[in-house]
Nanobody, 124 residues
Framework: EEQLVESGGGSVQTGGSLRLSCAGSGFTFSTYAMAWFRQVPGQVREGVAAVDSDGSATYADSVKDRFTISRDNAKDTLYLHMNSLKPAETAVYCC??????????????????WGQGTQVTVSS
């Protein structure tokens, strides 16, 4: 059974940093496209960053130069390094996986498997 488990969320002040992790199991992690999404209650889930099986990354304009997505295929783990966090980025962050091919890398419909999410709270 495919499973994604996020960790690393927490509370930080404006300008702070966090590193999120997403551990995958039950599928061949290295061959899957992976992505991070975030969602605020009552709002649409937003694509934050994605990385293909070949390591090529895509970012939402709002996080470029502040967030870095990476993957460690030896550990079946996806990461999201977040710097200079803003209060508006308070959300539940979740990871997603797709066997591919993925055309629109930040679109929810491209991904088959989802984690439960981890809360990130940025205070002013």
């Amino acid at each position: 059974e495919e499973q994604l488990v996020e960790s690393g969320g927490g509370s930080v002040q404006t300008g702070g940093s966090l590193r999120l992790s997403c551990a995958g199991s039950g599928f061949t992690f290295s061959t899957y496209a992976m992505a991070w999404f975030r969602q605020v209650p009552g709002q649409v889930r937003e694509g934050v960053a994605a990385v293909d099986s070949d390591g090529s990354a895509t970012y939402a304009d709002s996080v470029k130069d502040r967030f870095t997505i990476s993957r460690d295929n030896a550990k079946d783990t996806l990461y999201l390094h977040m710097n200079s966090l803003k209060p508006a980025e308070t959300a539940v962050y979740c990871c997603a996986a797709s066997p591919g091919p993925v055309i629109n890398r930040l679109a929810t419909w491209e991904y088959n498997y989802w984690g439960q999410g981890t809360q990130v709270t940025v205070s002013s």
